[in-house]
């Protein structure tokens, strides 16, 4: 049938309303000349790069930096209320007066760290002056503090974050804050975009940070065992405390209930340690090398969809560096053994994934492509054959995690590795985020956003590092964990995961593409 000319002239106009329908079911907005060059200059960034560090809170390393939200002064400069940081008893209405000592390492509390028991009810400097009352150097290791999936939600106590001395393990340790200057990871600040308004992507410790990292949601078992879960109050944000609890955070650590790995509905929030070696969890005697023991309730392989899937599935290169892992496979001692390298088993989060199970030819090969070693990163730097995507996991004596690596060593290393990057042939189109999984039980002034119900938690510290990153720049947008997701995902235009969060930022305003300047 011949075509009208008005059905002729409707044609164009109906095309273009297709196009735009699907512009916008796309990007989630009408396409534009502004969308469209900033995803062009995107394309400039071809390797990016995550260095994922451990346990500090942004305060604690970063909050006397000069025009960041700080401990002392806020983005505009204005002198903090320091009152507005007093920690409340477990009562949620006392005020302290003075920091509870060290409660889980007692010569701590009586020795080096003695003075924090005697220190006024508020944040403190760790590193101050010699020769003051308090002072301790960042090269010392402090002792580690809890920092769990519950524990964590009842410090914040609905925002206020006044309760971390009342629910730490570690007492007035948690309130401890350095003079970040000396880092090398500050001067690099300086030179860069430091993000002062991001936040760990889930409540508690690192095992959930890390899969929340690679995939935006919590692992679940399936009919676990009835002893693996907690005990919660009716609202599902706080443990059930023993009958013998101490009342007050001056005079004993909380003993719970049942403060275990799991949700009372099954998710894994607390540390578990995976199904496949390298894992905390040996090898039955007689069994499978390659497995741990599955009669100590390993978690069970996950099967959900990971950025390493979406990348995969829209071949796109990527690999997850850790240090010590091949010498983890080669010599269990190693794990979880201080002065040795230090593995961190729940530091691999794609090792809990059943696309990487060793006893079958699919999941060795997957390994082998995936799952590499800091000496396979070194040399990738060298050669300029570094994968789109790059994850560095730093060995457990290297990560700067409290009780585990002081600050300055860690501090070195990652440094030391971005000089190398910046070495790298790759450097001229790469971008490389610094960041932690999340705060250690350690206090930050800031309130997390509402989120959901496994998130975020505490701000961390967030270095964008690149030939296009702004210059002396402090980032103040809302960004959290998924936001480096997002950041991967608009970069290569894959499906996104589902748990990514729609407020969070996408990291792109760390960028001015339009002065490449080294």
Not at 269 to 274: E, G, I, K, L, Y
Not at 329 to 337: A, E, M, P, V
Not at 346 to 363: C, E, I, M, S, V
Not at 374 to 383: C, F, N, P, V
Request: charged share 20%; glycine share 8%; proline share 8%.
């Amino acid at each position: 049938m011949r075509a009208t000319r008005s059905s002729r002239n409707k044609l164009p106009k109906v095309l273009c309303l297709l196009a735009l329908i699907v512009s916008i079911i796309s990007t989630g907005a009408p396409a534009s000349g502004k969308t469209n060059a900033r995803e062009t200059a995107l394309r400039k960034i071809r390797t990016i790069v995550i260095l994922f560090e451990e346990n500090r809170s942004f305060d604690n390393l970063y909050g006397l930096y000069p025009g960041a939200n700080g401990v002392l002064r806020d983005a505009q400069g204005r002198p903090a209320d320091m009152k507005a940081y007093r920690q409340l008893d477990r009562d949620g209405l006392t005020p302290l007066g003075h920091l509870p000592p060290i409660w889980n390492t007692p010569a701590a509390a009586t020795g080096e760290l003695g003075f924090i028991a005697k220190m006024p009810d508020g944040p403190f400097r760790i590193d101050a002056p010699e020769g003051t009352a308090s002072s301790m150097k960042p090269d010392r290791i402090t002792p580690d503090l809890v920092h769990r999936f519950y524990n964590n939600q009842m410090q914040i106590n609905g925002g206020r974050n006044n309760m971390f001395a009342a629910w730490s393990d570690a007492g007035g340790l948690c309130m401890g804050y350095y003079d970040g200057s000396s880092m090398q990871m500050w001067k690099l600040a300086r030179k860069y975009t430091l993000a002062d308004n991001f936040f760990m992507g889930a409540f508690g410790g690192s095992f959930l940070n890390h899969i929340w990292l690679i995939s935006a949601r919590a692992p679940y078992f399936t009919d676990a065992p009835a002893d693996m879960k907690s005990a919660v109050d009716s609202k599902g944000t706080a443990l059930a405390l023993a009958p013998d609890s101490p009342a007050s955070a001056l005079s004993g650590p909380a003993k719970y209930a049942a403060d275990k790995p799991l949700t009372p509905d099954g998710y894994a929030v607390n540390t578990m340690q995976p199904s496949f070696q390298p894992s905390g969890i040996p090898p039955a005697q007689g069994g499978n090398q390659a497995l741990a023991d599955p009669a100590k309730n390993p978690l069970p392989p996950q099967d959900y969809r990971t950025i390493g899937d979406a990348l995969s599935d829209k071949g796109i290169s990527w690999v997850w560096y850790s240090g010590a892992w091949n010498e983890a496979l080669r010599d269990r001692k190693i794990i979880y053994q201080p002065g040795t390298s230090n593995f961190q088993a729940h530091h691999q989060p794609f090792n809990y994934f059943r696309r990487f199970d060793p006893t079958t030819p699919a999941g060795a090969e997957q390994r082998k492509l995936h799952l590499k070693d800091y000496a396979d990163l070194q040399e990738a730097i060298r050669k300029g054959t570094l994968p789109a995507v790059v994850f560095y996991k730093p060995e457990g004596k290297l990560n700067q995690h409290p009780g585990n690596c002081d600050v300055i060593s860690a501090d070195r290393h990652v440094a030391g590795l971005v000089r190398e990057l910046q070495k790298s042939p790759q450097w001229k189109h790469m971008a490389i985020i610094v960041t932690y999984d999340e705060n250690g039980g350690l206090w930050d002034h800031v309130a997390p956003p509402s989120g959901d119900r496994w998130g975020p938690g505490m701000r961390i510290p967030a270095i964008i590092i690149s030939p296009f990153a702004r210059k002396h720049f402090v980032d103040h947008t809302y960004y959290d964990t998924t936001s480096i997701l997002k950041f991967i995902t608009k970069r290569f235009g894959l499906e996104p995961l589902a748990g990514v969060r729609e407020k969070a930022g996408d990291l792109v305003n760390a960028f001015d593409f339009a002065k490449e300047k080294k």
